[in-house]
């Protein structure tokens, strides 16, 4: 592993169905972030991470559940998919205030 | 008002011009600016970062800041049709303690005709 790997590349889910957006990375980055990217709407955070075992709200989080049991991983879950939460998913990671961030591929999900 | 704004776009340059993307931002305090580049269906990657004022050049890539017109740019010199993509504007908030929290720009697409 060189960076950040997401998985999967891409998925086509059904409406109501639990769904987790696997992230890893193996820079031993203390931080780590969920953006969504839409059409217009650019990049818009959804959880991020400071540390392992901290988490906190981006601008968007309503549907949206992180956890952060290691420094590698940050998967991101959606309880139960809407439409809406049809996007590009990108997990980020950095370390240290003035640092920016690495992105990783980027999981497309649409919800039907 | 959006915390960093970017010239909408699209920005259409042809093959050997200088194509000049532009960034304002709302929050005073922000000490670190980020230009990352995103070609259509990939991840954003970095390709400049600047702290001080004046200008950072890194090849063809000049960064320039002005914090107190609360402005940043980025120069794209003898433009390649291989800079088509979307450029995005980040922003680091000095006031903030979580690290890396960027907040990003919409970006503005460039074309460059051959």
């Known amino acids: 592993i060189a960076g950040i790997t997401q998985a999967p590349t891409s998925q086509i889910l059904a409406a109501g169905r639990r769904m987790t957006l696997r992230c890893t990375q193996d820079?031993?980055?203390?931080?780590m972030y969920w953006y969504r990217q839409d059409l217009g709407l650019g990049l818009r955070l959804i959880h991020y991470?400071?540390?392992?075992?901290?988490?906190g709200k981006g601008e968007v989080p309503d549907g949206y559940s992180v956890s952060r049991a290691n420094t590698d991983d940050f998967p991101l879950t959606l309880a139960s998919a809407v439409p809406s939460q049809t996007s590009v998913y990108f997990c980020?990671?950095?370390?240290?205030?003035?640092?920016?961030?690495?992105f990783g591929p980027g999981t497309r999900l649409t919800v039907l | 008002q959006k915390e960093v704004e970017q010239n909408s776009g699209p920005l259409s340059v042809p093959e050997g011009a200088i194509a000049s993307l532009n960034c304002t931002y709302s929050?005073?305090?922000?000490?670190?600016f980020f230009w990352y580049r995103q070609y259509s269906g990939k991840s954003p990657e970095l390709i400049m970062s600047i702290y001080s004022n004046g200008d950072k050049e890194d090849g063809r890539f000049t960064a320039q800041l002005n914090k107190a017109s609360q402005y940043v740019s980025l120069l794209i010199r003898d433009s390649q049709p291989s800079d088509s993509a979307t450029y995005l504007c980040a922003v680091n908030p000095f006031y903030n303690t979580n690290a890396g929290k960027s907040t990003f720009g919409d970006g503005t697409t460039l074309t460059v005709k051959p």
């Open positions: 929050d005073r305090v922000s000490q670190s």
């Open positions: 820079m031993r980055h203390n931080a």
């Open positions: 991470s400071n540390t392992a075992g901290t988490t």
């Open positions: 980020a990671s950095s370390d240290g205030t003035l640092i920016p961030q690495f």
